[in-house]
């Protein structure tokens, strides 16, 4: 986020054409973040609604933390989304890339660490559910953990090839 804010202006002059793309990547990556959030939220409604599973109090707590991050989210992308289609207006833009870049930072950083609370918090919850009262039959626990660890394995493949050729070696054929 800092490396893109920086790219908008150099010596004081703002670059038009990297406001726009500024703007449009935060615009689709709060899109992204709303949605996972939505998709979180959803979790955490289906953790509370299985019987056993959702009934400890550091389940329930942590599941009703997530949906409050959730929800905070979903508002603050949609400021940030209005806040970026402000960001169009070059006086604007001016305004917050030479005056007040830390605020832009923090600003726009509020979305992706509600996100990224919901989703730690839903996946806390299921733990909590999992381990305490809960008594979940062997097939049952076996397909869990293997859609966990296919999970796993599929974000952390992603992550990998999202850096690029630094962590995934590519060799020439």
Known sequence: MIKSVKRTSVDG???GVEVKNFVDNLSNQTKSQITLA???MALDIAILAVPGLGTTVTSQTLCSCSLLFGVGCIFAGTM???FGERMRSIDFAVYYLQKRTAVLVIITSIPTSFCVLSVTSSILGFFAGVASDFRPSTPLMIACFTTLGVVVGSLIIL???SYGPGLARIRPQ
């Open 13 to 15: 002059i703002v670059n």
């Open 38 to 40: 939505g998709v979180s």
């Open 80 to 82: 940030v989304q209005h």
């Open 159 to 161: 992550v990998i090839a």
